[in-house]
Each structure stands twice: as structure tokens, then as C-alpha cells.
């Protein structure tokens, strides 16, 4: 049996129990000085002046940037990661929590002390702290999706076949705001040199993206992509935090540089609530129309978003996409919109779109199936399509029915009763709901070294990085299947922006972009090698040539891949594996899904709600690896519980502040929180996506999940929630 599918442990997994994986701010960088962070209290406003003077006769300080004397930085044109303009560009402020200044020291205690004597002078502003004060000011976004798609889209007329349909619902929905809350917090070490081709920067930096944050620098500072250098061999969880270079990171930068020594700056947990992005509160209106077996006619779906008010650029939150493929509806619209407020740029988290999204759509199938009194799972299936309907394509190999049998069977949906309240464990209220997951599969150009030496080992080079999630483990199993040798042969070297150019891990196309790179790569080696077989043996068809175990044998007989090389004076062989996406999309559309099944037991006294069981199954095409990819769908599911029950960034409604920055009043999910999860992978191999079969699998196990509970909730006690986090008080007779 191959290596690939089979479930090796996480080879970083280790290192990190050991503390032999280094992080970002464990780096040592001979004579780094310290930065902290000075931020805005007030949320709107100008700055009116810094009193640095004091600040600078403190002990130890060596630099205080402020907008007054801070390097002008060039902005990148017409890119999505336009988040500069908080990095001390100018005077203005627009959310609280904003930087105004850096204070660059030698100790990290004299900087932070230093940071905590800054006065700063502000002209305070009106604010608007959160977007329900101004949706009568939300407006259609200027560059959704970075430009690949208008924000709206409509078939059919949902309007008139909503009027006339017999069984409706409308409701509005609403997502908080969300952090991510990744264990390590963002930190970056900048350190310039410099050369006969002018300065040279290197940074270390816990990234989502280190070939995104050598561009942005690069930009930012007017230097050639390749004089910079980031470094980031290991990621303490992103969530889409870390997918940007933000602010924090080019102001090192920039303060290395004034200061003429290396910098390293680390966020403090507080300060990861304002200089990283976050998921933004969404409204969403959802429109159902259905005949009355339950058959949709009319599907509309109307978000909003909130936005930041500064000009760093735009962030959409598209809750509605799903809403234009996930069913077979005749009658389709769909709209976005954004609801500008004093708070920072919103970014990309678990599953940006879909999770606050299909919370809204499959909540109101929920509402619906009430309706019509039809199954939940049933209506599910009256509506399935083997198209997608937006796209006018059929899908590529969608096994949704598999996921929809296959965790109903395990779930034992078929013992569910329908009526509200129904099922009961003596005084506990018992409530199962479901819910459909779906996720694009998202894939971009990457490229891979892959080099087999005399001895067999395999050294696998490329700038991806690795979040936690299996990359360094998953592409030694590709490698190592292609070349015949065993995966502890094969070493894998990522996080070096010298390393062949990968894409950033988000959208979950790590293994769809940089496994295909890894597997051509490998590919050619092999091939490499027959050829050199063939040429020995003079045949002409490599076809009947195999390597495995580093012999290659064929008609002819055998001989070793170390002669081979040896035959020709090399040490190695090695090829740059390139992969791009192929045309799998004009002809298909590209997909995976999922079915969520939940259950909760619900105190009806005291409002408590506890998730008891979960089942998810999923259809991610072929899976790489059974453990990582289990790894990952409980890992969604349990921020979907949290997203249902628990997380919820708190605004205070008159200063625009977070009030609730910390681990410890931000709610996430902790073990007493989550239940035995059950996860099921479909077997899939969908080709039109890419030569590995597989389509990714970070994002999908969220999607979906806070909806099943959600509408488990309301199976056990008739409450319909619509507003997450779902609180006591919401269920409460
Ligand atoms: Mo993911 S939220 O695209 O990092």
C-alpha cells in the first residue's frame, strides 16, 4: 500500500511536544532591541501631538516612531493586502486600538516601559462603534473578491416565485464579531543588512503567507522581492490571521531600519485584538419559497458586513456565495453589502463566508422543513443537485448524498421525532439538528524541489509553510509514494521564502496547490531515473520501468537507482516540480461538502446547553492522510460549537472598544465544552480538481456546524435563535 492516505503521525508533532520547534519570537538574533506597540484609546479622531521628548531621556530607549517622523512607505496598487495605512502613514485614527506610535528599546522592559509613558495628544472624533447603528449607510463593495466577481448575482425572479410560493420563510440573521485567537501570537524579528545590491531585509515572522509578506515589504520598503528574506519554519495556529502581513510586521521593519539594529516585536494577547484583522459582524436576510413537498422555488440571500472606516483597503465578508450552488432552485438572487464602522480592517477566518454564511442558510432549511413538515434531512435531499446552478456547470465529484446517508446512519437521524421538545432524558430537553457543509476548492500556482540522492533519502524544498495542519508530513507521503522509498526518508523544508514560491496557506488549497508541485516534482525525478534505465538497457518505453526501493527493474532486469546515478558521476537527481490549475474548472465546478449532525441536551430550568454528540461527514475528495485529515474536521467542528455557543468579540457601544480582548473573556471552546466527535471521510478521488485527487480539507468542517447546533436547539426546546453566539437567556422558558 502507498504512503499516501495512511495515517503517519504529524512529523512535526515531536518538536513541538519538545520545544525543539522554534517559533518566530524564539529566534535569537544577535543585538535585536525591543519594540512595543503604542495604541489609540479613542476610536475617531486626529492625532495632535506626541510628547516624545520625555520618552526618549527614558532608560534604554534608542527610538520612538510616530507619524511625524516615520518612514513613507510605498503602497502596493490594487491589492487585497492594502493594510499599510495604519502603519503610521499619517495622523488620522479611525479605531481604537490603532497604533500611533513604536517604542524601540534595548530591554523589552524598558520598551514597554517606555510605551506605557507616551502621551498622545488626540482631536476625538464621533464614532461609530458598531455597524447596527448605520445600516441605513451600507453600501455595495468596490472590489469583491478582489475583483473576480460582482457582489450580487440573480437567476430566474426569487421575488415574484417568492410571493406566489405556499410555503415561506424570511428571517434575518446575525454573526458577531470574531477573533481568532491563534496559541501564538503574532511576532515578527526584522533585521537589515546591506550590500553591493543596496539593503538586504530579513524577517522572521509567524505567517500564513511568507511569499504574501515578502511581496508586501518588498513594496513597502521599494526593494526587490528576492533582497527580502522571510523565515517562518513553524506556525502556532493563524485561522486567517496570520494570511496578511500586517501593520506590526512592517513597522519592525521600518523601526529595524531608523534604529539601525535588528528588532523584534511581539503582540500582546490584547493587542491581537486590534492589529490583525478578525471575522466582521454579519446581518444577513434569507428569503426561502417552496411548493409544499418542499421543492425550493425562491432562494434570496442579502448580506452585510461590517467594514472598517479607514482606507486600508476592503474586506467583504461572503456570506452568500454558498447560497447561490448548495441547492437546485429555479429562482436565485443574491446581494452583499458593507456597513462602514471605528474599528480596523476585517480579514479572512475559518471558513470566511461560508461559516457565518450557511449558519444563515441552513438555519432557515431548518425553519423551512418546520414549514413545509418535512424532515430536515429529507428536505435536504428534495432539493439536491448534481449541478451547480450559479455556475452552470455539474459538479466535479460530489459525493453529498454519501455524506448525507453515511452520518444520518451513524447519527441514527432516523430515530429523530420532529416535534419540538419531543425527546427527553428524563427532565433534560434532547435536540438533534443537521446541517450541509460546503466549501470551494480553491488551488493556486506553486512549484517544488524535490531531490533524491545515491542513499535514498529525499529532500523536499518549497515555500509553503505548515499551520499545524500536516504539510511537512503530507508532502513526505506524497514524495515517498511517488518514489518508492519509505516517508522516513523523505525530509521536507518549508517556512523560506528561498525555497520555490508556494501560495499562502488559506482558502485551504495548501494540498491542492503545493501537493501537485511536490508530486510533479517527484514525477520528474523518477522519470529521470527510468530514463537513465532505459538508456542503460537501450529501450525506447519507460512505461514498463518501475522504481521502488530504489531499484528500478523491467524487462531487462534490475538495477539500482545508486549505480544509476553513480553510471553518470551524480550524486542526486533533481527536478522543480511545477503545478498550476488546470482546466478541470471550465468543465466542471469544483467543490466539496459535508453533513452535520449534532445533538444537545438542554437543562430547561437553567438554559444550559451542552453538545453531546457530533457527527460530521465529509467529501474533501482523496484524502492525504486519515489522521491529519480527522485532525482537521474535529478541529472545524469545534470551532463551529464555539461559534454556535461561545465566541463573540464584545464592542462597547459608545467608545467603539473591545471590551473583552483575552483568552480569558472571549469565549473558545475548551474540552469540557466539546463532545466525543465523530468524523467520516467519503472516499474520493476528484481528478478534475487536481492530479492528487483531493481538494483540502482546513475550512469545510467548519461550514455548517454552528447551524446543526443551532437547529438542534430548537428541536430541543422550540427556541429559534437566529442571533450566535446562542446564549442561556435565548432558551430560557
Ligand atoms: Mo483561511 S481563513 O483562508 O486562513
Not at 546591506?194 to 530579513?202: F, I, K, V, Y
Amino acid at each position: 500500500m502507498g504512503a499516501i492516505g495512511q495515517p503517519i503521525d504529524r512529523r512535526d508533532g515531536p518538536a513541538k511536544v519538545t520545544g525543539a520547534a522554534r517559533y518566530t519570537a524564539e529566534f535569537a538574533v544577535p543585538d535585536a532591541a525591543y519594540a512595543v506597540l503604542v495604541q489609540s484609546a479613542v476610536a475617531a479622531g486626529t492625532i495632535a501631538g506626541i510628547d516624545t521628548p520625555p520618552v526618549m531621556a527614558m532608560p534604554g530607549v534608542l527610538l520612538v516612531v510616530t507619524p511625524d517622523n516615520a518612514l513613507r512607505l510605498k503602497q502596493q496598487k490594487g491589492s487585497p493586502q492594502a493594510v499599510m495605512a495604519p502603519a503610521l502613514q499619517d495622523r488620522g485614527i479611525s479605531f481604537s486600538g490603532q497604533t500611533v506610535a513604536v517604542v524601540v528599546a534595548d530591554t523589552l522592559d524598558q520598551a514597554l516601559d517606555a510605551a506605557a509613558h507616551v502621551g498622545v495628544l488626540t482631536n476625538a472624533g464621533s464614532v461609530i462603534p458598531v455597524m447596527d447603528q448605520a445600516l441605513d449607510r451600507a453600501y455595495v463593495p468596490k472590489a469583491f473578491r478582489n475583483g473576480a466577481r460582482p457582489p450580487a448575482s440573480r437567476r430566474g425572479d426569487p421575488d415574484a416565485a417568492f410571493a406566489a410560493a405556499p410555503v415561506r420563510v424570511a428571517q434575518r440573521y446575525a454573526t458577531p464579531v470574531e477573533h481568532h485567537n491563534p496559541m501564538e501570537p503574532h511576532a515578527t524579528i526584522a533585521k537589515w543588512d546591506s550590500d553591493a545590491g543596496g539593503d538586504r531585509l530579513t524577517v522572521w515572522m509567524t505567517t500564513q503567507a511568507i511569499s504574501g509578506a515578502q511581496k508586501t515589504l518588498a513594496t513597502a520598503f521599494g526593494l526587490a522581492p528576492e533582497r527580502v528574506h522571510v523565515i517562518c519554519p513553524f506556525v502556532g495556529g493563524g485561522f486567517g490571521s496570520k494570511g496578511n502581513c500586517w501593520p506590526p510586521t512592517i513597522l519592525a521593519a521600518m523601526a529595524a531600519k531608523m534604529a539601525g539594529r535588528p528588532v523584534k516585536l511581539v503582540l500582546t494577547r490584547k493587542q491581537m485584538y486590534t492589529s490583525n484583522g478578525y471575522r466582521p459582524r454579519t446581518i444577513q436576510d434569507l428569503k426561502l419559497g417552496a411548493a409544499t413537498d418542499g421543492a425550493l422555488t425562491a432562494l434570496r440571500h442579502d448580506g452585510m458586513s461590517q467594514m472598517s472606516r479607514g482606507d486600508f483597503g476592503e474586506f467583504c465578508e461572503p456570506v452568500a456565495l454558498a447560497s447561490e450552488m448548495l441547492y437546485a432552485v429555479p429562482n436565485n438572487a443574491v446581494s452583499h453589502r458593507l456597513v462602514a464602522v471605528h474599528q480596523g480592517l476585517p480579514t479572512y477566518m475559518r471558513a470566511p463566508g461560508e461559516a457565518p454564511g450557511v449558519f444563515a442558510l441552513e438555519c432557515a432549511m431548518d425553519e423551512l422543513a418546520y414549514q413545509a413538515k418535512i424532515d430536515p434531512l429529507q428536505l435536504r435531499l428534495r432539493n439536491y443537485t448534481e449541478r451547480n446552478e450559479h455556475e452552470d456547470k455539474p459538479f466535479s465529484a460530489k459525493k453529498l448524498r454519501d455524506c448525507y446517508q453515511r452520518g444520518a446512519e451513524s447519527f441514527g437521524w432516523s430515530r429523530r421525532s420532529m416535534a419540538p421538545g419531543s425527546m427527553r432524558d428524563g427532565h433534560t430537553l434532547i435536540g438533534w439538528g443537521m446541517a450541509t457543509a460546503t466549501y470551494p476548492m480553491n488551488r493556486m500556482p506553486a512549484k517544488a524541489l524535490v531531490r533524491l540522492d545515491a542513499g535514498g533519502h529525499v529532500l523536499v524544498q518549497t515555500g509553503s509553510q505548515d499551520l499545524g495542519t500536516g504539510t511537512y508530513t503530507i508532502l513526505a507521503q506524497i514524495a515517498a509514494e511517488t518514489l518508492g522509498v519509505p516517508v522516513a526518508q523523505v525530509r521536507v523544508e518549508l517556512g523560506d521564502s528561498k525555497f520555490p514560491p508556494a501560495p499562502v496557506s488559506g482558502g485551504s488549497m495548501t494540498t491542492a496547490s503545493v501537493g501537485p508541485a511536490v508530486l510533479a516534482g517527484s514525477r520528474q525525478v523518477r522519470d529521470q531515473l527510468l530514463a537513465m534505465a532505459a538508456a542503460q538497457w537501450k529501450v525506447v518505453a519507460t512505461q514498463q520501468l518501475v522504481l521502488d526501493r530504489m531499484v528500478v527493474s523491467g524487462p531487462a532486469g534490475t538495477v539500482s537507482a545508486a549505480e544509476l546515478m553513480a553510471a553518470r558521476k551524480v550524486g542526486f537527481v533533481e527536478a522543480t516540480g511545477e503545478a498550476k490549475p488546470g482546466d478541470g474548472a471550465k468543465h466542471a465546478s469544483l467543490h466539496s461538502f459535508g453533513a452535520q449532525f449534532c445533538e444537545v441536551r438542554v437543562d430547561p430550568d437553567l438554559g444550559e446547553i451542552r453538545v453531546s454528540r457530533f457527527v460530521g461527514a465529509f467529501d474533501a475528495g482523496r484524502v492525504m492522510n486519515a489522521k491529519t485529515a480527522r485532525s482537521q474536521a474535529i478541529g472545524g467542528i469545534v470551532f463551529g460549537i464555539g461559534m454556535a455557543l461561545l465566541e463573540e468579540t464584545v464592542v462597547d457601544r459608545n467608545l467603539g472598544r473591545i471590551v473583552n480582548p483575552n483568552v480569558a473573556e472571549y469565549l473558545l471552546p475548551v474540552n469540557v465544552d466539546i463532545p466525543d466527535i465523530q468524523t467520516i471521510l467519503i472516499e474520493n478521488d476528484d481528478q478534475l480538481s487536481n492530479p492528487l485527487g483531493a481538494r483540502g480539507l482546513g475550512e469545510l468542517p467548519m461550514v455548517g456546524a454552528a447551524a446543526a447546533v443551532a437547529n438542534a436547539v430548537f428541536h430541543a426546546t422550540g427556541k429559534r435563535v437566529r442571533e450566535l453566539p446562542i446564549r442561556i437567556e435565548d432558551v430560557m422558558a
